[in-house]
């Protein structure tokens, strides 16, 4: 039985944190062991909010794990070729996903649980989850604080071009758990 029981898919509480900004912007959600690290890439993005327009990595062990890209200028792990079960086999086990070279939106994953896989359930699925993620090349943390207080502000000089901008609104405090799963439900379906 113990023989089996090591071969068997287990089920990862991840909780994501994005780093640098207060209060914090946070997902907690279940995934298999047995998926890809690109494939917890396009689960992140879509627990998120990124809209997956720029290159990403993982950091764990001294390795790098991302997409093979001679632009790049280091070497890498493929992210198509390692699955989570070959890194991450404890609790409290912690991990760093970096988004978007250039804003840099550094995250720390921290495995919270592993599970006994319940087939009666679908993963990936999102749990819980506080604060509405950044929108896509707003500048990083600091853009991101500067887009803040100019949406806040009626008086402030880039008011209406930031408003503009986003399409309207913003809401840095909206969190939709039912539309994350809806979405993390649509890409497990394509």
């Not at 009666?120 to 506080?130: D, E, M």
């Amino acid at each position: 039985m113990l023989f089996i029981d090591i071969f068997m898919t287990k089920i990862l509480q991840l909780k994501i944190r994005l780093n640098g900004i207060r209060p914090p912007i946070w997902r907690r959600f279940l995934v298999e062991d047995s998926i890809t690290f690109e494939e917890l890439h396009e689960i992140i993005q879509n627990v998120m909010g990124w809209e997956n327009y720029h290159m990403y990595e993982f950091k764990l062990y001294g390795l790098r794990i991302s997409e093979p890209d001679e632009e790049l200028g280091f070497e890498v792990v493929d992210s198509k070729e390692v699955k989570l079960s070959e890194f991450l086999k404890a609790e409290k086990q912690m991990f760093y996903y970096i988004y978007d070279f250039g804003d840099r939106w550094e995250h720390t994953i921290t495995v919270e649980k592993i599970l006994e896989k319940d087939n009666s359930k679908k993963y990936p699925v999102c749990i819980a989850g506080k604060r509405a993620c950044p929108p896509e090349d707003c500048g990083g943390v600091y853009g991101y604080e500067e887009f803040l207080e100019a949406i806040k502000d009626p008086k402030h000089e880039e008011h209406e071009s930031m408003l503009e901008w986003i399409g309207g609104e913003f809401d840095p405090e909206e969190f939709n758990l039912e539309e994350v799963n809806k979405l993390l439900l649509w890409m497990v379906r394509k």
